[in-house]
């Protein structure tokens, strides 16, 4: 059985790397590659999002992601730059 953090991921990089959006990975996720192991309940990606690429990116990963369109397009007029994708870990 997979474990459902690594499946999200997995879907989140495919719709990423289906859209040609470039990604890089950070945090814990990074810091575990390279031999600090730091235990948290979250992934980080750091990407190269264009406002274009939004709506497809919401409609590729699927109902069972939050990706509120609305509020990512308002990230891209502030200084905020970090944009929140959830999916439900059943």
């Known amino acids: 059985m997979i474990d459902p953090f690594a499946a999200a ?3 989140l990089t495919m719709a990423l790397d289906s859209l040609r959006i470039r ?3 950070a945090g814990s996720l990074a810091s575990s590659t ?5 235990h948290t309940e979250d ?3 750091l990407c190269a ?3 274009a ?3 497809k990116l919401a409609e590729t990963l699927g109902p069972n992601w939050y990706v509120d369109v609305e509020e990512m397009h308002g990230r891209f007029e502030g200084a905020e730059r970090s944009i929140l994708f959830t999916r439900a870990l059943r």
């Open 49 to 51: 999002i264009h406002p």
């Open 23 to 25: 990604y890089a990975v």
């Open 53 to 55: 690429h939004v709506p």
């Open 9 to 11: 991921l997995n879907e």
């Open 34 to 38: 390279h031999g600090i192991a730091r």
């Open 43 to 45: 992934g980080d990606l």
